[in-house]
């Protein structure tokens, strides 16, 4: 029998209880949340012509074919120096086609829109022909832009598909012969996230809301740090006019990517801004994390020195008023020219991602300082190094307790065995320590980013009895998030991911469900359960959390069965008075190597039935491998 004391309120939960950690890696931001369909639309990757092919151009005898583009570079212009010149020699056969990101996901009847630059040289162009092609280069989309300026001047056209097509690419030809010169070629679809211009990709932002997240963490991990420090993420290049954002190359454009990703940018279309918008959206408290003047230590671990922090220093002082100053300061105004002139109510900061050792330690104590003599009220939170156990880990932990750090954010990438042993990681913690942030954790089914490592039911389930543990503690635990987030699956760099899509399709693994359940049944108060006086961390394979919620007047009861049979438990729910009619919803599954898969999306999600109960007793029987959830009205 387990015991819930459902009179007696532990500890509040913290809103941000379950939350979200969104990075630009695994394609997640160019070439998925964020819609546009054309890679490399300003022409400003290292290799200018990347993702561009012009099949019917040999440039070593230009004259003897029908065109040929030409990357062309002005100096003067530092964030988007790079352009296109196009020269038709006859009006025939030349086109320059744009592969977008593995293919373009196109939908029949749905409309696209489209907008480049242009300048036509002598007005020789009579007609830019745009078209969408399918893998068999039939035409199944189209429009026409009329280039009526020799000077730079912005072109748009809306055009619908005819076809259904994964990998469609865009092929662009002309009318006339002379040069013209192109810049900025986009393409999004016009059904976005909230029907916003060139926004983000619906499918992939509700999946996001549904989970109802705590808040969003970005924009990294790793990215935030950057390979050295001047390709760190810079939230002020981030913002402003999209075509002004500098482009540069991801930090996970990386050799080792299992699919190789040399093409893997990031054009800042999805910015800081942006990213406060969609926390809002989501109904997310915005949790950005800055660099605090460390590069990657697994690249260079270049360091800023101590004399010269003063601009990252700057940096998060000025995102603070970015995000929340009137429309009388400098940032405040660049939001509301934005188009928000209300403030983010941003709450928290991080300071660095996932560094460690005294360099970290010395960087944080001057940022820590500065931002507090600030925006006393901002919530910082600070590293403590990438493994849970092991030397620098105990080492942050000391010092920043000594600091009297506010959250600190741990990360555990480890195996599902590890996750169920460590149910109870957090029961002895000081209860008066700094608060801690499971910032990024995923359990691995074999170590490293390989198509091995998977999203299965064993992973998931086992992330499901540790968070039982983190909720148990939710006094000390205040905000926790799975990572990574999304993976596109032509072109990833890590693995497992809680969000898997292509050009057309989405879905959530396992690991999401478990996510969404706990997140959508956080509740309010935390419960005591036990059994013969001990919380569950594992005992007969259970594992079990409670909560209930003061705004639905509910009980709600978590329970992870992680043996491979079926077992019969008692819930008895002490001081409680019940309606006999509750919610029952169960999510399992009957192997552990069993997972969702495009083909079958909702294989692993939760099932849902009604439950009634008898008495204060509700007696369940838990499935083999599951997770439980009880829900009972309170009378
Ligand atoms: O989530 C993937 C990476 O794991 C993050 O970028 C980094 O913080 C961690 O090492």
Request: glycine share 8%; net charge negative; with cysteine.
């Amino acid at each position: 029998i387990l015991e819930v004391d459902v009179a007696k309120t532990v500890t509040k939960i913290q809103p941000t209880m379950f939350g979200l950690f969104f990075e630009d890696i695994n394609f997640a931001a160019d070439g998925g949340l964020y819609a546009e369909m054309i890679k490399n639309r300003s022409f400003e990757f290292e290799k200018p012509l990347m993702g561009w092919d012009q099949p019917n151009t040999k440039r070593s005898s230009l004259n003897m074919n029908s065109g040929a583009a030409t990357p062309v570079k002005v100096v003067e212009n530092e964030t988007n120096p790079n352009f296109c010149r196009v020269l038709i020699n006859d009006d025939k056969g030349y086109a320059l086609i744009n592969e977008g990101f593995r293919g373009m996901g196109v939908k029949k009847d749905a409309k696209y829109n489209l907008s480049l630059k242009a300048a036509n040289h002598n007005g020789a162009i009579k007609k830019i022909i745009v078209q969408l092609i399918d893998k068999d280069k039939k035409v199944i989309g189209e429009t026409t832009i009329i280039p009526t300026s020799k000077e730079w001047e912005t072109y748009s056209a809306e055009f619908k598909a005819t076809q259904t097509e994964a990998k469609a690419k865009l092929k662009i030809t002309f009318e006339g012969t002379g040069t013209i010169d192109l810049d900025m070629i986009s393409l999004f679809p016009e059904d976005t996230w909230k029907n916003r211009k060139n926004g983000l990709r619906k499918d992939l932002v509700q999946l996001l809301y549904d989970m109802k997240p705590g808040f969003l963490r970005f924009p990294g991990g790793c990215i935030v740090e950057g390979r050295t420090l001047s390709d760190r993420y810079q939230w002020k290049k981030s913002v402003g006019d999209v075509e002004d954002r500098k482009t540069m190359m991801n930090r996970w454009n990386v050799e080792f990517s299992h699919k190789q990703t040399p093409d893997y940018f990031q054009s800042f279309g999805l910015g800081f801004y942006e990213y406060f918008q969609l926390s809002e959206d989501i109904g997310a408290t915005p949790l950005p994390i800055l660099s605090c003047g460390m590069a990657c230590q697994y690249n260079t671990g270049e360091l800023a020195p101590i004399e010269e922090l003063d601009p990252y220093i700057q940096d998060a002082l000025d995102l603070i008023e970015f995000a929340n100053g009137s429309e009388e300061t400098r940032w405040g105004i660049l939001r509301s020219d934005m188009g928000h002139p209300k403030p983010f109510n941003l709450k928290y900061i991080g300071v660095g991602n996932e560094q460690w050792g005294p360099d970290y330690i010395e960087r944080f104590k001057i940022f820590e300082k500065a931002i507090k003599a600030k925006y006393p009220d901002i919530i910082i939170v600070s590293g403590s190094g990438p493994s849970p156990d092991g030397e620098h880990f105990d080492f942050a932990m000391a010092e920043l307790k000594k600091l009297n750090a506010e959250l600190i954010d741990e990360h555990y990438y480890q195996s599902p065995k590890w996750f169920r042993e460590n149910a109870s990681r957090y029961d002895n913690y000081d209860r008066k320590g700094p608060k801690i942030f499971a910032g990024e954790y995923a359990a691995q089914s074999v170590s490293g980013a390989n198509p091995n490592n998977r999203n299965n039911w064993e992973c998931a389930f086992s992330e499901a009895a540790f968070m039982t543990g983190l909720e148990r503690n939710a006094e000390v635990v205040n905000m926790t998030s799975y990572a990574p987030l999304m993976a596109h699956e032509d072109a990833w760099q890590w693995t497992p991911d809680m969000i898997w899509f292509n050009n057309l399709e989405s879905y959530g693994s396992a690991n999401y469900y478990v996510q969404k359940l706990f997140s959508t049944n956080k509740g309010t108060d935390l419960l005591n359960i036990t059994k013969d006086a001990k919380p569950l961390t594992g005992q007969n394979d259970l594992y079990a959390s409670a909560v209930k919620d003061v705004n639905t007047k509910e009980v709600i009861v978590k329970l992870v069965n992680t043996a491979a049979a079926s077992q019969e438990v008692t819930v008895d729910l002490k001081g409680g008075k019940f309606a006999t009619k509750g919610t029952l919803i169960t999510l399992s599954s009957p192997k552990l190597e069993d997972e969702n898969t495009f083909g079958e999306p909702k294989k692993i999600s939760p099932k849902e039935s009604s439950y009634n109960l008898k008495g204060v007793k509700a007696s369940l029987n838990l499935p083999a491998y599951s997770v439980t959830v009880l829900k009972l009205k309170s009378k």
